[in-house]
């Protein structure tokens, strides 16, 4: 806060500047935590990234972790109860208000996650509702609002991010997928162990959401979504850390991560 001010900022610009960008080095943490529940360092490895991205990049967009992570606790499971209709209305809310920031892939991602969570045992068919009602909505949306997507591949320099994001988060998903897939995490009540497969279809599904808007949306989408993606690398980078120290230590029983 204190360099913003130097630069000219006023204090109040300079206040809710700091503190946006502190919620979004928090949500960052949270979905690493959301993604990677085995592993609690995992998490914190992006956080200085986002940090200096929100001076370099500008303010991301908040609600799109925050429905991350929403979502990935409504597959998941992970704190240990079903979602409740209210939880399933406010991801809906959430999901028509990403459509009119231009993140139009928001709604059929959630489509998804109801089926998903629908299908999957312990089943809950109330998820069909939710689906539908999402349907429902995205058709009307799309009878308003038409989509705008901007071609990536016609974007000349600045394509590069964009692309390296998508190759980073494609990478991340499903190495991170593979390799905790014998990790053992328990429900935030202590009760029972969360189904390995919920949990990578929520990661998978998340990664391929978060491709799907870059893709469709490029370098402008990229500034809205940039602190999952960082949250996507920081859990690649800990997993890989892990797995060369560990090489490097190859008598010793005991992880280095």
């Known amino acids: 806060m204190a360099i913003l001010v130097y630069t000219g900022e006023s204090f109040t610009a300079a206040f809710f500047s700091s503190f946006s960008t502190a919620i979004a080095v ?3 943490w949270a979905v690493g935590r959301e993604l990677d529940p085995a592993h609690e360092w995992s ?3 992006a956080l200085p990234v986002v940090f200096i991205a929100t001076f370099i990049l500008g303010r991301p967009s908040l609600l799109v972790p925050f429905f991350i992570i929403l979502c990935c606790r409504m597959i998941t499971r992970i704190c240990g109860l079903q979602p409740k209709k209210s939880d399933a209305f406010l991801l809906i809310v959430m999901g028509i208000a990403l459509y009119i920031n231009h993140l139009y ?3 059929p991602f959630l489509l998804l996650l109801f089926v998903l969570d629908a299908a999957l045992k312990p089943t809950n068919s109330f998820q069909f509702i939710s689906a539908l ?3 429902f909505s995205y058709i009307i949306l799309l009878m308003f609002f038409q989509p705008r997507f901007s071609a990536l591949f016609q974007n000349g320099p600045s394509v590069f991010c964009p692309v390296f994001a998508i190759i980073l988060v494609a990478a991340s998903g499903v190495f991170v997928a593979f390799y905790t897939r014998h990790d053992r995490v328990v429900d935030d009540l202590n009760i029972s162990e969360i ?3 919920r949990l990578n279809l929520a990661r998978l599904a998340t990664a391929a959401w978060i491709i799907a808007e870059v893709f469709s949306g490029g370098t402008v989408n990229l500034l809205q979504v940039y602190p999952v993606i960082a949250a996507y690398g920081g859990i690649f980078l800990y997993h890989l850390a892990g797995i060369i120290l560990n090489k490097a230590h190859p008598f010793s029983n005991i992880k280095v991560l």
């Open 133 to 135: 009602l999402t349907s």
């Open 195 to 197: 189904s390995k497969l």
């Open 26 to 28: 928090f949500l960052t």
């Open 105 to 107: 892939i928001a709604l």
């Open 43 to 45: 998490a914190f490895v």
